[in-house]
């Protein structure tokens, strides 16, 4: 964990999972991993972060049962040079699995587990990206019955184009806790974007306005 001289206070520990189950074809791949790169970058979710005095950030793969890795383990992100070095870590990863199905609990256990070791903050949320439902294992709706869950918002980020029925099964079997929502891309093209919006609101503590374009879902109630 790389949290050495970090702010004593936190406002923020949060979770990027990254869809890479077979549904995601390599140049998906691409675009998702280097989407999220650029975003973690963009001025608008430097500007969150900074302002907010540092977020907390891990980054995980996930697809099938057993098939979770971790990607960026728990960084401490209060300056643009460590914001850029995340970025640039992320953007040079290898691709830890491509042949495994969609097990989105499982996926969730996983996260779960990795926030157990999350320093102390105010909030914490795991945001879910993914282009598909579940088709392995057990739902996430299970996972939240079964893992440790209390304090953890889950948002989500559905790819739209591979699987007609992506939006409902986020909207009903993933968002939980106070305030999750979901954002939706315009397939993998429209990852880097829909990413942006979403880590900005995220970091931010109030919901976003006017200050960006808006296609996500609201699911506060879950």
């Given at each position: 964990m790389t949290l050495a001289g970090g702010a004593e206070a936190c406002p923020l520990a949060l979770v990027l999972a990254q869809d890479v189950s077979s549904s995601v074809d390599?140049?998906?791949?691409?675009l998702q991993r280097d989407g999220l790169a650029a975003a973690l970058i963009s001025e608008d979710v430097q500007g969150a972060i900074l302002s907010g005095g540092g977020i907390a950030l891990a980054v995980y793969e996930?697809?099938?049962?057993?098939?979770s890795r971790i990607v960026l383990d728990w960084t401490w992100l209060e300056s643009p040079a460590d914001i850029e070095a995340a970025s640039v870590l992320i953007s040079g990863a290898r691709r830890s699995f491509s042949r495994f199905p969609t097990a989105m609990g499982y996926a969730l256990g996983f996260g779960a587990g990795l926030m157990q070791r999350a320093p102390d903050c105010d909030r914490q949320v795991i945001d879910l990206s993914g282009d598909g439902i579940t088709n392995d294992g057990f739902w996430p709706q299970l996972a939240y019955k079964h893992f440790p869950f209390d304090g953890i918002t889950v948002n989500g980020l559905a790819v739209l184009g591979a699987d007609p029925d992506v939006v409902d099964h986020f909207q009903f079997?993933?968002?939980?806790?106070?305030?999750?929502?979901?954002?939706?891309?315009?397939?993998y093209e429209g990852y880097e974007r829909a990413m942006t919006r979403k880590l900005y609101r995220e970091i931010e503590t109030r919901v976003v306005g006017s200050l960006l374009p808006q296609?996500?879902?609201?699911a506060s109630q879950r």
């Amino acid at each position: 964990m790389t949290l050495a001289g970090g702010a004593e206070a936190c406002p923020l520990a949060l979770v990027l999972a990254q869809d890479v189950s077979s549904s995601v074809d390599e140049i998906e791949y691409i675009l998702q991993r280097d989407g999220l790169a650029a975003a973690l970058i963009s001025e608008d979710v430097q500007g969150a972060i900074l302002s907010g005095g540092g977020i907390a950030l891990a980054v995980y793969e996930w697809s099938g049962r057993r098939q979770s890795r971790i990607v960026l383990d728990w960084t401490w992100l209060e300056s643009p040079a460590d914001i850029e070095a995340a970025s640039v870590l992320i953007s040079g990863a290898r691709r830890s699995f491509s042949r495994f199905p969609t097990a989105m609990g499982y996926a969730l256990g996983f996260g779960a587990g990795l926030m157990q070791r999350a320093p102390d903050c105010d909030r914490q949320v795991i945001d879910l990206s993914g282009d598909g439902i579940t088709n392995d294992g057990f739902w996430p709706q299970l996972a939240y019955k079964h893992f440790p869950f209390d304090g953890i918002t889950v948002n989500g980020l559905a790819v739209l184009g591979a699987d007609p029925d992506v939006v409902d099964h986020f909207q009903f079997e993933v968002l939980h806790g106070p305030g999750a929502f979901l954002e939706t891309a315009q397939g993998y093209e429209g990852y880097e974007r829909a990413m942006t919006r979403k880590l900005y609101r995220e970091i931010e503590t109030r919901v976003v306005g006017s200050l960006l374009p808006q296609q996500g879902t609201d699911a506060s109630q879950r």
